[in-house]
């Protein structure tokens, strides 16, 4: 869904929302710069955001060395592009859960500053974690299961193979592919612990 470019108000203070553009996402964020520090996110921006390359430089700067005010987050709130009531939902990100007021009519996203901030303070460790437990599969697993391959493929070319080489070469590459996926999440648990 394109960015929406029209003026919008804080749904949480009523303040008018700064655009703040996000080079890496390619896209305008509404971030309420003068009033509580809240962000507006049109129909799936958040999801640019949740994945590996969540580069929120644009927005750290904006959002650095303001005083903002708090609010009340119980409070009921409506949809600043559709007018739509907005719903409460918690999302889980990592080990934290972020509390986001959701527009099912547009399909938007309030969250408040403190919730921000909380996710940066979480997250970054923890992606780190994953981010080297994912590497360490990708590059060791795979260079493995490659040197299996050739060697299967090589095995096979031979002319006097017998069905019961075949089938020892085949059992032998099951253990070791067996092998290799326990030591896979062996890895990632070790990883994520
Ligand atoms: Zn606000
Ligand atoms: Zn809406």
């Given at each position: 869904m394109a960015d929406n470019m029209e003026e919008i108000y804080c749904p949480a203070c009523g303040k008018k929302m700064e655009k703040v553009f996000m080079d890496k996402q390619n896209l305008y964020l509404d971030v309420c710069l003068n009033g509580c520090g809240g962000i507006y996110f049109d129909n799936r921006e958040f999801y640019k955001f949740d994945e590996?390359?969540?580069?929120i430089t644009p927005l750290v700067k904006a959002l650095e060395n303001k005083e903002f005010k708090e609010n009340d987050e119980t409070a009921q709130r409506f949809c600043p592009v559709c007018g739509m009531k907005m719903v409460k939902n918690v999302m889980k990100s990592a080990e934290i859960n972020i509390e986001v007021d959701d527009c099912y009519s547009c399909g938007g996203k309030f969250i408040d500053n403190k919730e921000l901030q909380a996710i940066r303070n979480q997250y970054p460790t923890e992606k780190e974690r994953v981010e080297a437990a994912l590497k360490d599969v990708y590059i060791n697993i795979g260079e493995e299961l490659q040197k299996i391959q050739l060697e299967h493929d090589e095995h096979m070319k031979?002319?006097?193979?017998?069905m019961r080489a075949i089938k020892y070469n085949l059992k032998k590459n099951d253990d070791r592919l067996n092998d290799i996926t326990q030591k896979t999440i062996d890895n990632i648990n070790k990883n994520l612990e």
């Open positions: 590996e390359s969540e580069d031979r002319p006097s193979l017998t």
